[in-house]
T-cell receptor, first 113, second 113 residues
């Protein structure tokens, strides 16, 4: 059974039109991450939540925002998508406890037209 | 901040050759270490992980990795590669109590038949 679920799997949005990507988890993990992965590159950490505490990476553009209304859900909001934001967006969770591993969703592939 | 480096951007081998991919991390505390593989067009798969204990860990598909604490290294090895091992390989690190799950830049492995 899928433990980290991302919706949708594929998202097409227009240049400049706000878009929201969704992630949910059934693991009751404390930490949820959002990564951006472009073709042939490593996943780049955008930000993460430890419970309700938001931790933004220094080089994450302001165009990217996130919300975590409860333990199970986390959203990635792209306020004004540009062509350069087309990528695979990965959600992951870790327990935040000792000896934790990350569990990844299948990703959402975002296309900007 | 912790960081992860991988020695090679692109490795090209013939089938049956031995493989070693280097990974070094910068964090001085206790860490958990991982290797992921990403086949073309597919999502990340966990190859193996190290939490504690025996520094030589065995993973799926005949891969193993050795944790050398004094060298801050976690190199991935396989005695005999196959064409189907062609993929991108990512080393990843998290502080054992931490929140920041960080990937290395990746090494692309091409295995020639």
């Amino acid at each position: 059974d899928a433990m980290v679920i991302q919706n949708p799997r594929y998202q097409v949005t227009q240049f400049g039109k706000p878009v929201t990507l969704s992630c949910s988890q059934t693991l009751n993990h404390n930490v949820m991450y959002w990564y951006q992965q472009k073709s042939s590159q490593a996943p780049k950490l955008l930000f993460h939540y430890y419970d309700k505490d938001f931790n933004n990476e220094a080089d994450t553009p302001d165009n990217f925002q996130s919300r975590r209304p409860n333990t199970s859900f986390c959203f990635l909001d792209i306020r004004s998508p540009g062509l350069g934001d087309a990528a695979m967006y990965l959600c992951a969770t870790t327990s935040g406890l000792q000896n934790t591993e990350a569990f990844f969703g299948q990703g959402t592939r975002l296309t900007v037209v | 901040a912790q960081s992860v480096s991988q020695h090679n951007h692109h490795v090209i081998l013939s089938e049956a050759a031995s493989l070693e991919l280097g990974c070094n991390y910068s964090y001085g505390g206790t860490v958990n270490l991982f290797w992921y593989v990403q086949y073309p067009g597919q999502h990340l798969q966990l190859l193996l992980k190290y939490f504690s204990g025996d520094p030589l860990v065995k993973g799926i598909k005949g891969f193993e990795a050795e944790f050398i604490k004094s060298k801050f290294s976690f190199n991935l090895r396989k005695p005999s590669v196959q064409w189907s091992d062609t993929a991108e390989y990512f080393c990843a690190v998290i502080h054992s109590y931490g929140q920041n799950f960080v990937f290395g830049p990746g090494t692309r492995l091409s295995v020639l038949p």
